[in-house]
C-alpha cells in the first residue's frame, strides 16, 4: 500500500511531462505538414553531398 505513495504522483509528473512535451511539439508547429514526408521521398534531388 505504501508503494501507491510513491507510484501515483509518479505517474502523475510523468503524465505531465509527456503533456507538456506534445504541447510544446504542436506551438512548435511540427505537426504541420504530415503529408509533405509522403511525397518528399519521390524528389529527385541531384545535388552532390558535401
Known sequence: MTSLLYLVPASLILAIIALGAFIWAVRS???????GDR????EDDDRPLR
Open 39 to 42: 511525397y518528399r521521398i519521390f
Open 29 to 35: 508547429r511540427q505537426y504541420d505538414d504530415p503529408e
